[in-house]
Protein backbone atom coordinates (compact mmCIF):
# COMPACT_ATOMS: atom_id res chain seq x y z
CA UNK A 1 0.00 0.00 0.00
CA UNK A 2 1.28 3.66 -0.91
CA UNK A 3 1.27 5.89 2.08
CA UNK A 4 0.53 8.97 0.61
CA UNK A 5 1.80 11.22 2.96
CA UNK A 6 5.54 9.75 3.19
CA UNK A 7 5.45 10.08 -0.60
CA UNK A 8 4.47 14.00 -0.09
CA UNK A 9 7.29 14.34 2.51
CA UNK A 10 9.67 12.49 0.13
CA UNK A 11 9.46 15.18 -2.45
CA UNK A 12 12.51 17.33 -2.07
CA UNK A 13 12.56 21.41 -1.63
CA UNK A 14 15.33 21.97 0.14
CA UNK A 15 16.36 23.84 -3.23
CA UNK A 16 17.73 27.31 -4.04
CA UNK A 17 16.50 29.96 -3.32
CA UNK A 18 15.09 29.12 -0.32
CA UNK A 19 12.27 31.96 -0.93
CA UNK A 20 10.99 29.96 -3.46
CA UNK A 21 10.77 26.90 -1.98
CA UNK A 22 10.28 26.82 1.78
CA UNK A 23 6.57 28.42 1.30
CA UNK A 24 5.81 25.10 -1.15
CA UNK A 25 7.45 22.91 1.32
CA UNK A 26 5.49 24.83 4.28
CA UNK A 27 2.14 24.39 2.25
CA UNK A 28 2.63 21.00 1.65
CA UNK A 29 3.57 19.91 5.07
CA UNK A 30 0.44 21.95 6.32
CA UNK A 31 -1.30 18.19 6.07
CA UNK A 32 -5.33 17.80 4.40
CA UNK A 33 -7.22 15.03 4.36
CA UNK A 34 -4.84 14.13 0.81
CA UNK A 35 -8.21 13.29 -0.96
CA UNK A 36 -7.19 13.78 -4.31
CA UNK A 37 -3.92 11.59 -4.40
CA UNK A 38 -5.99 9.09 -2.31
CA UNK A 39 -8.84 8.46 -4.82
CA UNK A 40 -6.25 8.78 -7.90
CA UNK A 41 -4.70 5.63 -6.56
CA UNK A 42 -8.00 4.45 -5.11
CA UNK A 43 -9.32 4.69 -8.61
CA UNK A 44 -6.39 2.59 -10.14
CA UNK A 45 -7.04 0.14 -7.48
CA UNK A 46 -10.51 -0.39 -8.35
CA UNK A 47 -9.55 -0.89 -12.19
CA UNK A 48 -6.38 -3.07 -11.31
CA UNK A 49 -8.91 -5.46 -9.28
CA UNK A 50 -6.58 -6.81 -7.09
CA UNK A 51 -3.79 -7.25 -9.44
CA UNK A 52 -0.15 -5.51 -8.88
CA UNK A 53 -1.85 -3.74 -6.84
CA UNK A 54 1.54 -2.92 -4.78
CA UNK A 55 3.95 -3.36 -7.40
CA UNK A 56 4.52 -1.40 -10.87
CA UNK A 57 1.05 -0.57 -12.17
CA UNK A 58 0.17 1.53 -8.94
CA UNK A 59 3.60 3.19 -9.07
CA UNK A 60 2.98 4.52 -12.52
CA UNK A 61 -0.29 6.24 -11.07
CA UNK A 62 2.07 7.89 -8.02
CA UNK A 63 3.14 10.53 -9.84
CA UNK A 64 -0.32 12.10 -11.48
CA UNK A 65 -1.42 11.36 -7.78
CA UNK A 66 0.93 13.91 -6.49
CA UNK A 67 0.83 16.65 -8.80
CA UNK A 68 -3.23 16.80 -8.12
CA UNK A 69 -2.33 17.25 -4.45
CA UNK A 70 0.36 19.46 -5.49
CA UNK A 71 -1.55 21.33 -7.41
CA UNK A 72 -4.88 21.22 -5.45
CA UNK A 73 -2.70 23.50 -2.58
CA UNK A 74 -1.28 25.31 -5.32
CA UNK A 75 -5.10 26.57 -5.73
CA UNK A 76 -5.14 27.17 -1.99
CA UNK A 77 -2.53 29.47 -1.86
CA UNK A 78 -3.03 31.64 -4.40
CA UNK A 79 -6.97 31.41 -3.35
CA UNK A 80 -5.89 32.45 -0.03
CA UNK A 81 -4.06 35.93 -1.63
CA UNK A 82 -7.41 36.58 -3.85
CA UNK A 83 -9.73 36.14 -0.41
CA UNK A 84 -7.18 37.79 1.99
CA UNK A 85 -7.38 34.71 4.25
CA UNK A 86 -5.32 34.50 7.04
CA UNK A 87 -5.24 31.28 8.62
CA UNK A 88 -5.26 27.88 6.77
CA UNK A 89 -5.16 24.84 8.58
CA UNK A 90 -4.83 26.43 11.66
CA UNK A 91 -1.46 27.84 10.25
CA UNK A 92 -0.99 31.74 8.86
CA UNK A 93 -1.02 31.33 5.08
CA UNK A 94 1.63 32.28 3.09
CA UNK A 95 1.12 35.96 2.12
CA UNK A 96 0.76 36.56 5.48
CA UNK A 97 4.01 34.21 6.99
CA UNK A 98 5.84 35.84 4.18
CA UNK A 99 4.24 38.43 1.96
CA UNK A 100 2.29 38.79 -0.91
CA UNK A 101 4.53 38.74 -3.95
CA UNK A 102 6.52 35.00 -2.05
CA UNK A 103 2.51 33.82 -2.06
CA UNK A 104 2.26 34.88 -6.34
CA UNK A 105 5.66 32.98 -7.41
CA UNK A 106 5.90 30.38 -5.09
CA UNK A 107 2.39 29.41 -6.59
CA UNK A 108 3.67 29.73 -9.63
CA UNK A 109 6.39 27.44 -8.90
CA UNK A 110 4.12 25.30 -7.41
CA UNK A 111 1.97 25.03 -10.55
CA UNK A 112 5.14 23.90 -12.56
CA UNK A 113 6.44 21.63 -10.34
CA UNK A 114 2.69 19.75 -10.49
CA UNK A 115 3.55 19.70 -14.18
CA UNK A 116 7.49 18.47 -13.19
CA UNK A 117 5.37 15.47 -11.69
CA UNK A 118 4.03 14.63 -14.89
CA UNK A 119 7.05 14.02 -16.36
CA UNK A 120 7.20 10.58 -14.49
CA UNK A 121 3.63 9.36 -15.84
CA UNK A 122 4.61 6.22 -18.54
CA UNK A 123 5.47 7.94 -21.73
CA UNK A 124 2.43 6.38 -23.19
CA UNK A 125 0.00 7.70 -20.88
CA UNK A 126 1.76 10.91 -21.13
CA UNK A 127 -0.19 12.68 -23.88
CA UNK A 128 -3.56 11.55 -22.67
CA UNK A 129 -2.79 12.54 -18.84
CA UNK A 130 -1.78 15.55 -19.89
CA UNK A 131 -4.53 16.76 -21.63
CA UNK A 132 -6.91 15.48 -18.53
CA UNK A 133 -4.70 17.36 -16.17
CA UNK A 134 -5.18 20.28 -18.07
CA UNK A 135 -8.96 19.97 -18.57
CA UNK A 136 -8.71 19.76 -14.96
CA UNK A 137 -6.82 22.77 -14.32
CA UNK A 138 -9.25 24.92 -16.96
CA UNK A 139 -11.77 23.97 -15.44
CA UNK A 140 -10.84 24.75 -11.47
CA UNK A 141 -9.97 28.21 -12.83
CA UNK A 142 -12.94 28.80 -14.48
CA UNK A 143 -14.76 27.88 -11.21
CA UNK A 144 -12.54 30.10 -9.11
CA UNK A 145 -13.71 32.94 -11.99
CA UNK A 146 -17.55 32.30 -11.80
CA UNK A 147 -17.47 31.66 -7.95
CA UNK A 148 -15.72 35.52 -7.96
CA UNK A 149 -18.15 36.77 -10.61
CA UNK A 150 -21.19 35.98 -8.46
CA UNK A 151 -20.06 38.19 -5.54
CA UNK A 152 -21.09 41.30 -8.10
CA UNK A 153 -24.09 39.20 -9.65
CA UNK A 154 -27.67 40.12 -8.25
CA UNK A 155 -29.25 37.08 -10.04
CA UNK A 156 -27.56 33.93 -9.38
CA UNK A 157 -29.83 30.83 -10.05
CA UNK A 158 -29.26 27.24 -8.72
CA UNK A 159 -28.16 25.93 -11.90
CA UNK A 160 -25.59 28.39 -12.01
CA UNK A 161 -24.43 27.80 -8.62
CA UNK A 162 -24.18 23.92 -9.70
CA UNK A 163 -22.13 24.76 -12.47
CA UNK A 164 -19.91 26.70 -10.48
CA UNK A 165 -19.17 24.43 -7.68
CA UNK A 166 -18.66 21.65 -9.98
CA UNK A 167 -15.66 23.06 -11.57
CA UNK A 168 -14.32 24.75 -8.56
CA UNK A 169 -14.28 21.62 -6.71
CA UNK A 170 -15.87 18.42 -8.09
CA UNK A 171 -13.87 18.52 -11.40
CA UNK A 172 -10.50 17.98 -9.56
CA UNK A 173 -11.78 15.34 -7.28
CA UNK A 174 -13.32 13.74 -10.56
CA UNK A 175 -10.29 14.38 -12.75
CA UNK A 176 -8.59 12.59 -10.03
CA UNK A 177 -10.41 9.45 -10.27
CA UNK A 178 -10.08 9.52 -14.25
CA UNK A 179 -6.68 10.07 -14.28
CA UNK A 180 -5.84 7.38 -11.58
CA UNK A 181 -7.99 5.09 -12.97
CA UNK A 182 -6.32 5.87 -17.31
CA UNK A 183 -3.42 4.92 -16.13
CA UNK A 184 -4.19 1.97 -14.49
CA UNK A 185 -5.82 0.75 -17.50
CA UNK A 186 -9.04 1.64 -17.21
CA UNK A 187 -11.79 1.14 -20.26
CA UNK A 188 -13.77 3.49 -21.40
CA UNK A 189 -16.58 3.12 -19.96
CA UNK A 190 -14.60 2.31 -16.70
CA UNK A 191 -13.24 6.09 -16.95
CA UNK A 192 -16.45 7.14 -16.64
CA UNK A 193 -17.97 5.64 -14.22
CA UNK A 194 -15.15 6.97 -12.13
CA UNK A 195 -15.21 10.67 -13.21
CA UNK A 196 -18.96 10.54 -12.37
CA UNK A 197 -18.67 9.08 -8.82
CA UNK A 198 -16.01 11.87 -8.70
CA UNK A 199 -17.98 14.50 -9.73
CA UNK A 200 -20.93 13.61 -7.69
CA UNK A 201 -19.56 12.80 -4.39
CA UNK A 202 -17.52 16.40 -4.99
CA UNK A 203 -20.92 18.24 -5.32
CA UNK A 204 -22.16 16.18 -2.51
CA UNK A 205 -18.96 17.30 -0.58
CA UNK A 206 -19.78 21.09 -0.94
CA UNK A 207 -23.17 21.59 -0.12
CA UNK A 208 -22.33 19.62 2.74
CA UNK A 209 -19.78 22.03 3.56
CA UNK A 210 -22.54 24.74 3.34
CA UNK A 211 -24.86 23.06 5.43
CA UNK A 212 -22.08 22.81 7.69
CA UNK A 213 -21.35 26.45 7.57
CA UNK A 214 -24.95 26.94 9.32
CA UNK A 215 -25.98 24.06 11.07
CA UNK A 216 -22.46 22.28 11.85
CA UNK A 217 -21.94 21.69 15.95
CA UNK A 218 -19.67 24.68 16.87
CA UNK A 219 -17.40 21.70 18.72
CA UNK A 220 -16.31 19.72 15.82
CA UNK A 221 -16.89 22.05 13.24
CA UNK A 222 -13.60 23.79 13.25
CA UNK A 223 -14.29 26.95 12.24
CA UNK A 224 -17.29 29.52 13.38
CA UNK A 225 -20.82 28.91 12.81
CA UNK A 226 -22.66 31.53 10.01
CA UNK A 227 -19.43 32.42 8.76
CA UNK A 228 -21.29 32.48 4.81
CA UNK A 229 -24.82 34.17 6.24
CA UNK A 230 -22.37 36.96 7.71
CA UNK A 231 -20.86 37.75 3.97
CA UNK A 232 -23.61 37.34 2.17
CA UNK A 233 -22.03 34.01 0.08
CA UNK A 234 -24.10 32.87 -2.44
CA UNK A 235 -24.49 28.83 -1.24
CA UNK A 236 -26.74 26.54 -1.90
CA UNK A 237 -29.25 27.65 1.56
CA UNK A 238 -28.89 31.39 0.39
CA UNK A 239 -30.07 30.81 -3.35
CA UNK A 240 -32.73 27.99 -2.37
CA UNK A 241 -34.18 30.42 -0.01
CA UNK A 242 -34.40 33.59 -2.24
CA UNK A 243 -35.94 31.36 -4.61
CA UNK A 244 -38.52 29.99 -2.21
CA UNK A 245 -39.61 32.75 -0.06
CA UNK A 246 -42.47 34.45 -0.75
CA UNK A 247 -42.63 38.81 -1.07
CA UNK A 248 -42.49 39.34 2.39
CA UNK A 249 -39.85 36.93 3.68
CA UNK A 250 -38.03 37.62 0.31
CA UNK A 251 -38.17 41.14 1.87
CA UNK A 252 -36.58 40.08 5.29
CA UNK A 253 -33.95 38.27 4.09
CA UNK A 254 -32.56 41.21 1.67
CA UNK A 255 -32.74 43.52 4.42
CA UNK A 256 -30.61 41.09 6.73
CA UNK A 257 -28.43 40.87 3.61
CA UNK A 258 -27.60 44.91 4.05
CA UNK A 259 -26.96 44.48 7.48
CA UNK A 260 -23.50 44.29 8.33
CA UNK A 261 -23.08 45.42 12.01
CA UNK A 262 -25.16 42.45 13.48
CA UNK A 263 -23.54 39.56 12.94
CA UNK A 264 -24.96 37.31 15.68
CA UNK A 265 -28.63 38.71 15.17
CA UNK A 266 -28.04 38.35 11.34
CA UNK A 267 -26.93 34.46 11.58
CA UNK A 268 -30.11 33.55 13.81
CA UNK A 269 -32.34 35.43 12.03
CA UNK A 270 -31.20 34.54 8.82
CA UNK A 271 -30.87 30.64 10.22
CA UNK A 272 -34.77 30.72 10.78
CA UNK A 273 -35.98 31.67 7.74
CA UNK A 274 -33.74 29.46 6.35
CA UNK A 275 -35.78 26.84 8.59
CA UNK A 276 -38.89 28.27 7.82
CA UNK A 277 -38.34 27.47 4.18
CA UNK A 278 -37.10 24.59 4.61
CA UNK A 279 -33.90 25.40 2.54
CA UNK A 280 -31.78 23.10 5.16
CA UNK A 281 -33.87 19.92 3.66
CA UNK A 282 -33.87 20.75 0.26
CA UNK A 283 -30.39 21.12 0.58
CA UNK A 284 -30.03 17.74 1.88
CA UNK A 285 -32.36 16.07 -0.54
CA UNK A 286 -30.06 17.59 -3.34
CA UNK A 287 -26.80 16.18 -1.38
CA UNK A 288 -28.96 13.14 -1.10
CA UNK A 289 -29.31 12.86 -4.96
CA UNK A 290 -25.80 13.22 -5.68
CA UNK A 291 -24.28 10.83 -3.04
CA UNK A 292 -27.00 8.06 -4.92
CA UNK A 293 -25.76 8.91 -8.12
CA UNK A 294 -21.89 8.65 -6.95
CA UNK A 295 -23.10 5.59 -5.58
CA UNK A 296 -25.10 4.58 -8.51
CA UNK A 297 -21.68 4.80 -10.67
CA UNK A 298 -19.65 2.37 -8.24
CA UNK A 299 -22.06 0.07 -8.82
CA UNK A 300 -20.87 -0.12 -12.74
CA UNK A 301 -17.24 -0.97 -11.31
CA UNK A 302 -14.95 -3.99 -10.57
CA UNK A 303 -16.40 -4.77 -7.11
CA UNK A 304 -13.44 -4.95 -4.23
CA UNK A 305 -12.02 -3.66 -1.38
CA UNK A 306 -11.07 -0.58 -3.37
CA UNK A 307 -14.50 0.09 -4.87
CA UNK A 308 -15.91 -0.82 -1.23
CA UNK A 309 -13.54 2.06 0.55
CA UNK A 310 -15.12 4.06 -2.10
CA UNK A 311 -18.56 3.27 -1.19
CA UNK A 312 -17.75 4.28 2.86
CA UNK A 313 -16.17 7.47 1.73
CA UNK A 314 -19.52 8.76 -0.39
CA UNK A 315 -21.50 7.13 2.81
CA UNK A 316 -19.46 9.27 5.39
CA UNK A 317 -20.04 12.10 3.34
CA UNK A 318 -23.24 12.84 3.91
CA UNK A 319 -22.83 12.52 7.40
CA UNK A 320 -19.78 14.08 8.66
CA UNK A 321 -19.43 16.65 10.76
CA UNK A 322 -16.66 19.12 9.70
CA UNK B 1 7.22 31.14 -43.58
CA UNK B 2 4.93 31.06 -40.47
CA UNK B 3 3.94 34.31 -39.64
CA UNK B 4 3.77 34.40 -35.66
CA UNK B 5 1.62 37.38 -34.92
CA UNK B 6 -0.76 35.77 -37.03
CA UNK B 7 -0.88 32.30 -34.88
CA UNK B 8 -1.21 34.26 -31.97
CA UNK B 9 -4.07 36.10 -33.35
CA UNK B 10 -5.63 32.72 -33.83
CA UNK B 11 -5.80 31.51 -30.32
CA UNK B 12 -9.29 31.77 -29.43
CA UNK B 13 -9.62 33.49 -26.20
CA UNK B 14 -13.38 34.08 -26.98
CA UNK B 15 -14.30 31.69 -23.98
CA UNK B 16 -16.70 31.96 -20.84
CA UNK B 17 -15.99 33.16 -18.30
CA UNK B 18 -15.15 36.17 -19.78
CA UNK B 19 -13.43 37.57 -16.53
CA UNK B 20 -11.04 34.94 -16.98
CA UNK B 21 -9.66 35.02 -20.79
CA UNK B 22 -10.37 38.76 -21.83
CA UNK B 23 -7.16 39.71 -19.95
CA UNK B 24 -5.65 37.32 -21.68
CA UNK B 25 -6.48 38.41 -25.19
CA UNK B 26 -5.42 42.01 -23.87
CA UNK B 27 -2.24 40.73 -22.96
CA UNK B 28 -1.36 38.69 -25.90
CA UNK B 29 -2.51 41.44 -28.06
CA UNK B 30 -0.38 44.06 -26.72
CA UNK B 31 2.54 43.29 -29.02
CA UNK B 32 5.88 42.82 -28.14
CA UNK B 33 9.11 41.55 -30.14
CA UNK B 34 7.61 37.69 -30.23
CA UNK B 35 11.32 36.67 -29.83
CA UNK B 36 11.16 33.76 -28.46
CA UNK B 37 8.42 32.33 -30.68
CA UNK B 38 10.91 33.39 -33.89
CA UNK B 39 13.86 31.75 -32.01
CA UNK B 40 12.23 28.76 -31.75
CA UNK B 41 10.54 28.33 -35.22
CA UNK B 42 14.38 29.79 -36.66
CA UNK B 43 16.23 27.09 -34.42
CA UNK B 44 13.97 24.89 -36.24
CA UNK B 45 14.68 26.16 -39.94
CA UNK B 46 19.07 26.08 -38.83
CA UNK B 47 18.45 22.43 -38.45
CA UNK B 48 16.43 21.60 -41.21
CA UNK B 49 18.55 23.49 -43.21
CA UNK B 50 16.15 23.84 -46.04
CA UNK B 51 14.52 21.08 -46.00
CA UNK B 52 10.51 20.48 -45.42
CA UNK B 53 10.95 24.52 -43.82
CA UNK B 54 6.95 25.62 -44.71
CA UNK B 55 5.97 21.62 -44.50
CA UNK B 56 4.99 19.91 -41.49
CA UNK B 57 8.41 19.66 -39.81
CA UNK B 58 7.78 23.45 -39.18
CA UNK B 59 4.60 22.75 -37.69
CA UNK B 60 5.43 20.45 -35.43
CA UNK B 61 7.22 23.42 -33.39
CA UNK B 62 4.64 25.93 -33.78
CA UNK B 63 2.84 24.86 -30.66
CA UNK B 64 5.92 24.96 -28.20
CA UNK B 65 6.66 27.99 -30.03
CA UNK B 66 3.05 29.68 -28.72
CA UNK B 67 3.73 27.78 -25.55
CA UNK B 68 7.14 29.87 -24.73
CA UNK B 69 5.13 32.88 -26.10
CA UNK B 70 2.16 32.41 -24.24
CA UNK B 71 4.59 31.42 -21.01
CA UNK B 72 6.76 34.61 -20.97
CA UNK B 73 3.19 37.25 -21.28
CA UNK B 74 2.22 35.10 -18.28
CA UNK B 75 5.34 36.25 -16.61
CA UNK B 76 4.74 39.88 -17.64
CA UNK B 77 1.67 39.48 -16.56
CA UNK B 78 2.31 38.06 -12.66
CA UNK B 79 6.24 40.38 -12.84
CA UNK B 80 3.48 43.36 -13.29
CA UNK B 81 1.81 42.59 -10.25
CA UNK B 82 4.66 41.76 -8.27
CA UNK B 83 6.54 45.27 -9.36
CA UNK B 84 3.58 47.27 -8.81
CA UNK B 85 3.98 48.39 -12.66
CA UNK B 86 1.42 50.02 -13.52
CA UNK B 87 1.81 50.65 -17.74
CA UNK B 88 3.43 47.87 -19.70
CA UNK B 89 4.12 48.14 -24.05
CA UNK B 90 2.02 51.58 -23.44
CA UNK B 91 -1.10 49.94 -22.33
CA UNK B 92 -1.90 49.85 -18.21
CA UNK B 93 -1.23 46.50 -17.11
CA UNK B 94 -4.34 44.33 -16.12
CA UNK B 95 -4.08 44.35 -12.10
CA UNK B 96 -4.47 48.42 -13.09
CA UNK B 97 -7.64 47.59 -16.29
CA UNK B 98 -9.28 45.28 -14.06
CA UNK B 99 -7.79 44.46 -10.48
CA UNK B 100 -4.91 42.31 -8.74
CA UNK B 101 -7.23 39.29 -8.25
CA UNK B 102 -7.93 39.38 -11.83
CA UNK B 103 -4.44 39.40 -12.67
CA UNK B 104 -3.58 36.59 -10.83
CA UNK B 105 -6.07 33.84 -11.28
CA UNK B 106 -5.72 34.76 -15.37
CA UNK B 107 -1.84 35.04 -15.14
CA UNK B 108 -2.66 31.22 -13.53
CA UNK B 109 -4.55 29.85 -16.57
CA UNK B 110 -2.21 31.37 -19.11
CA UNK B 111 0.77 29.27 -17.58
CA UNK B 112 -2.01 26.53 -17.79
CA UNK B 113 -2.95 27.53 -21.31
CA UNK B 114 0.82 27.30 -22.43
CA UNK B 115 0.88 23.78 -21.01
CA UNK B 116 -2.71 23.12 -22.95
CA UNK B 117 0.02 24.46 -25.91
CA UNK B 118 2.22 21.71 -25.35
CA UNK B 119 -0.52 18.84 -25.94
CA UNK B 120 -0.18 19.59 -29.77
CA UNK B 121 3.42 18.31 -29.54
CA UNK B 122 4.15 15.45 -31.77
CA UNK B 123 3.64 12.30 -29.29
CA UNK B 124 6.87 11.05 -29.48
CA UNK B 125 8.68 14.31 -29.01
CA UNK B 126 6.39 15.21 -25.78
CA UNK B 127 8.16 13.82 -22.97
CA UNK B 128 11.32 15.27 -23.31
CA UNK B 129 9.57 18.48 -24.81
CA UNK B 130 7.54 18.52 -21.51
CA UNK B 131 10.62 18.19 -19.04
CA UNK B 132 12.49 20.83 -21.45
CA UNK B 133 9.54 23.36 -21.01
CA UNK B 134 9.77 22.86 -17.40
CA UNK B 135 13.06 23.07 -16.84
CA UNK B 136 12.76 26.69 -18.36
CA UNK B 137 9.75 27.63 -16.06
CA UNK B 138 11.78 26.42 -13.00
CA UNK B 139 14.62 28.71 -14.30
CA UNK B 140 12.70 31.82 -14.81
CA UNK B 141 10.76 31.53 -11.32
CA UNK B 142 14.10 30.70 -9.69
CA UNK B 143 15.75 33.91 -11.68
CA UNK B 144 12.63 36.00 -10.15
CA UNK B 145 12.78 35.36 -7.18
CA UNK B 146 16.99 36.05 -6.74
CA UNK B 147 15.74 39.26 -8.55
CA UNK B 148 13.74 39.86 -5.24
CA UNK B 149 16.22 38.36 -3.21
CA UNK B 150 19.06 41.09 -4.29
CA UNK B 151 16.95 43.89 -3.30
CA UNK B 152 17.75 43.40 0.30
CA UNK B 153 20.89 41.90 -0.15
CA UNK B 154 24.12 44.50 0.74
CA UNK B 155 26.44 42.92 -1.07
CA UNK B 156 25.69 41.21 -4.62
CA UNK B 157 28.40 39.87 -6.98
CA UNK B 158 29.31 40.32 -10.03
CA UNK B 159 28.85 36.12 -10.61
CA UNK B 160 25.38 36.27 -8.72
CA UNK B 161 24.30 39.36 -10.99
CA UNK B 162 24.95 37.07 -13.77
CA UNK B 163 23.29 34.04 -12.18
CA UNK B 164 20.07 35.92 -12.19
CA UNK B 165 19.96 37.62 -15.26
CA UNK B 166 21.14 33.86 -16.76
CA UNK B 167 18.11 32.74 -15.72
CA UNK B 168 15.44 35.62 -15.16
CA UNK B 169 16.54 35.97 -19.36
CA UNK B 170 18.41 33.95 -20.71
CA UNK B 171 17.19 30.65 -19.88
CA UNK B 172 13.80 31.01 -21.50
CA UNK B 173 15.37 32.30 -24.62
CA UNK B 174 18.10 29.19 -24.76
CA UNK B 175 15.21 26.65 -24.25
CA UNK B 176 13.20 28.59 -26.86
CA UNK B 177 16.58 27.53 -28.97
CA UNK B 178 16.45 24.20 -27.73
CA UNK B 179 12.76 23.10 -27.89
CA UNK B 180 12.77 24.30 -30.90
CA UNK B 181 15.86 22.73 -32.33
CA UNK B 182 14.95 19.49 -30.49
CA UNK B 183 11.48 19.34 -31.87
CA UNK B 184 12.84 19.69 -35.78
CA UNK B 185 15.65 17.02 -35.14
CA UNK B 186 18.24 18.49 -33.89
CA UNK B 187 21.43 16.33 -32.91
CA UNK B 188 22.79 16.89 -29.19
CA UNK B 189 25.55 18.56 -30.55
CA UNK B 190 23.46 20.83 -32.63
CA UNK B 191 21.06 21.61 -29.53
CA UNK B 192 23.83 22.30 -26.83
CA UNK B 193 24.94 25.15 -29.80
CA UNK B 194 21.27 26.49 -30.53
CA UNK B 195 20.97 26.73 -26.31
CA UNK B 196 24.57 28.59 -26.30
CA UNK B 197 23.56 31.09 -28.62
CA UNK B 198 20.15 32.03 -26.88
CA UNK B 199 21.81 32.22 -23.77
CA UNK B 200 24.79 34.48 -24.64
CA UNK B 201 22.37 36.59 -26.88
CA UNK B 202 20.08 36.35 -23.75
CA UNK B 203 23.17 37.76 -21.62
CA UNK B 204 24.09 40.26 -24.30
CA UNK B 205 20.52 41.94 -24.56
CA UNK B 206 20.11 41.87 -20.81
CA UNK B 207 22.84 44.05 -20.17
CA UNK B 208 22.90 45.81 -23.24
CA UNK B 209 19.27 46.64 -20.94
CA UNK B 210 21.07 48.01 -18.02
CA UNK B 211 23.60 50.49 -20.65
CA UNK B 212 20.68 51.58 -22.62
CA UNK B 213 18.96 52.43 -19.23
CA UNK B 214 21.62 55.14 -18.38
CA UNK B 215 23.10 55.70 -21.39
CA UNK B 216 19.97 55.45 -24.20
CA UNK B 217 18.79 58.29 -26.09
CA UNK B 218 15.74 59.44 -24.52
CA UNK B 219 14.36 60.18 -28.12
CA UNK B 220 14.59 56.86 -29.23
CA UNK B 221 14.86 54.51 -25.85
CA UNK B 222 11.13 54.49 -25.18
CA UNK B 223 11.10 55.35 -21.40
CA UNK B 224 12.86 57.61 -18.82
CA UNK B 225 16.59 57.33 -18.67
CA UNK B 226 17.88 57.02 -15.20
CA UNK B 227 15.68 54.58 -13.74
CA UNK B 228 17.56 52.13 -12.39
CA UNK B 229 20.13 54.67 -11.06
CA UNK B 230 16.56 56.29 -9.28
CA UNK B 231 15.70 53.11 -7.24
CA UNK B 232 19.04 51.85 -6.75
CA UNK B 233 18.57 48.79 -8.99
CA UNK B 234 21.81 46.37 -8.71
CA UNK B 235 22.64 46.53 -12.32
CA UNK B 236 25.69 45.47 -13.74
CA UNK B 237 26.86 48.95 -13.46
CA UNK B 238 26.14 49.60 -10.12
CA UNK B 239 27.68 46.20 -9.30
CA UNK B 240 30.94 46.82 -11.58
CA UNK B 241 31.23 50.33 -10.21
CA UNK B 242 30.71 49.42 -6.25
CA UNK B 243 33.71 46.74 -7.14
CA UNK B 244 35.74 49.33 -8.99
CA UNK B 245 35.45 52.18 -6.71
CA UNK B 246 38.54 53.60 -4.15
CA UNK B 247 37.06 54.19 -0.49
CA UNK B 248 36.05 58.16 -1.46
CA UNK B 249 33.84 57.17 -4.82
CA UNK B 250 32.61 54.39 -2.87
CA UNK B 251 31.11 56.60 -0.09
CA UNK B 252 30.00 58.92 -2.48
CA UNK B 253 28.42 56.41 -4.44
CA UNK B 254 26.66 55.20 -0.86
CA UNK B 255 25.67 58.47 -0.14
CA UNK B 256 24.00 58.69 -3.50
CA UNK B 257 22.09 55.87 -3.22
CA UNK B 258 20.40 56.72 0.31
CA UNK B 259 18.73 59.65 -1.34
CA UNK B 260 15.70 59.48 -2.95
CA UNK B 261 14.47 63.07 -3.29
CA UNK B 262 16.24 64.37 -5.92
CA UNK B 263 16.18 62.18 -8.56
CA UNK B 264 17.44 64.26 -11.52
CA UNK B 265 20.52 65.35 -9.52
CA UNK B 266 21.48 62.15 -8.80
CA UNK B 267 21.08 60.71 -12.27
CA UNK B 268 23.68 63.41 -13.18
CA UNK B 269 26.16 62.39 -10.41
CA UNK B 270 25.66 58.99 -10.06
CA UNK B 271 26.27 58.74 -14.32
CA UNK B 272 29.46 60.95 -13.68
CA UNK B 273 30.61 58.66 -11.06
CA UNK B 274 30.08 55.82 -13.60
CA UNK B 275 32.24 57.35 -16.19
CA UNK B 276 34.95 58.39 -14.06
CA UNK B 277 35.06 54.31 -13.18
CA UNK B 278 34.97 53.41 -16.71
CA UNK B 279 32.02 51.39 -15.85
CA UNK B 280 29.96 51.50 -19.60
CA UNK B 281 33.10 50.43 -21.30
CA UNK B 282 33.74 47.27 -18.99
CA UNK B 283 29.66 46.37 -19.05
CA UNK B 284 30.37 46.63 -23.06
CA UNK B 285 33.51 44.37 -22.62
CA UNK B 286 31.74 41.94 -20.96
CA UNK B 287 28.40 42.78 -23.71
CA UNK B 288 30.57 41.96 -26.63
CA UNK B 289 32.19 38.50 -24.98
CA UNK B 290 28.92 37.37 -25.02
CA UNK B 291 27.87 38.13 -28.42
CA UNK B 292 31.55 37.23 -29.72
CA UNK B 293 30.12 33.33 -27.63
CA UNK B 294 26.93 33.58 -29.30
CA UNK B 295 28.43 34.00 -32.69
CA UNK B 296 30.79 31.01 -31.92
CA UNK B 297 28.00 28.68 -31.18
CA UNK B 298 26.63 29.43 -34.77
CA UNK B 299 29.78 28.39 -36.23
CA UNK B 300 28.94 24.93 -35.36
CA UNK B 301 25.81 24.88 -36.75
CA UNK B 302 24.47 24.44 -40.50
CA UNK B 303 24.99 27.32 -42.14
CA UNK B 304 22.16 28.16 -44.33
CA UNK B 305 19.36 31.82 -44.28
CA UNK B 306 18.23 31.01 -40.77
CA UNK B 307 22.06 30.83 -39.68
CA UNK B 308 22.27 34.13 -41.37
CA UNK B 309 19.43 35.81 -39.59
CA UNK B 310 20.35 34.54 -36.21
CA UNK B 311 23.84 36.03 -36.89
CA UNK B 312 22.68 39.68 -37.92
CA UNK B 313 19.76 39.49 -35.02
CA UNK B 314 22.89 38.86 -32.11
CA UNK B 315 24.86 41.86 -34.11
CA UNK B 316 21.84 43.65 -33.72
CA UNK B 317 21.66 43.60 -30.49
CA UNK B 318 25.11 45.05 -29.37
CA UNK B 319 24.08 48.44 -31.28
CA UNK B 320 20.49 48.64 -30.96
CA UNK B 321 19.20 51.67 -29.32
CA UNK B 322 16.07 50.31 -27.43
Chains 1, 2 share one sequence.
Not at 104 to 112: A, N, P, R
Not at 158 to 174: C, G, H, N, R
Not at 216 to 226: R, S
Request: aromatic share 6%; charged share 25%.
Amino acid sequence: MIDINKEIERLDWSKEPKGLYEPIAYVLASGGKRLRPTLALTAAEVVLNGGLISGTALDDVLPAALALEVFHNFTLLHDDVMDHSAVRRGKPTVHVQWNQNTAILSGDQMLIEAYKLLERVPADKLPRTLRLFNEMATGVCEGQQLDVDFEHMSQVSIDDYMTMIEKKTSVLIAYAMRIGGYIAGASEAQEKALYEYGLHIGLAFQIQDDILDVYGDPKTFGKAIGGDICCNKKTILLLTALERADAESKAELLQWMMTTDRDAEKIKAVTELYDRLGVREEAESVMEEHTALALAALDRLPQNTATERLRVLAERLVTRKR
